[in-house]
């Protein structure tokens, strides 16, 4: 299974950026994914995932934050607006095979590289 994340960038405050995941082997539309992000000298934070359980959504990002899947592309999205330096960050996209078992939102199998979001005021 590979997850290959890009679109990071370096925008400005209140700017936007799109974020892709194209994942291999594992087929996002009927397993569990998501999108992280981790600063430098914090831990990793949920931005949002999706299991047999429904969509759990950060309240950091909830309004500003959406996610979109394109199926034929096996790719995820993570379209972000409304940014602030405090978004500046790693931000990764994980997947898992579904299992009709609770598991902790962020406890995922498979990790993209990262990609670098900088966000400038």
């Not at 996002?28 to 981790?38: E, H, K, V």
């Not at 979109?68 to 790693?90: F, I, W």
């Amino acid at each position: 299974v590979q997850l290959q994340a890009s679109g990071g960038g370096l925008v400005q405050a209140g700017g936007s950026l799109r974020l892709s995941c194209t994942a291999s082997v594992i087929t996002l539309s009927y397993n569990d994914w998501g999108w992280f992000r981790q600063a430098p000298g914090r831990e990793r934070e949920l931005l949002y995932a999706v299991s047999w359980r429904g969509e759990v959504y950060a309240d950091s990002v909830r309004g500003r934050f959406t996610v979109a899947r394109n199926d034929a592309e096996n790719t995820v999205y993570l379209q972000m607006s409304g940014l602030k330096p405090e978004d500046t960050a790693v931000y990764y996209c994980a997947a898992r095979v579904r299992k009709l078992k609770a598991r902790a939102n962020d406890d995922f199998d498979y990790w993209g590289q990262g990609t670098q979001v900088t966000v400038s005021s």
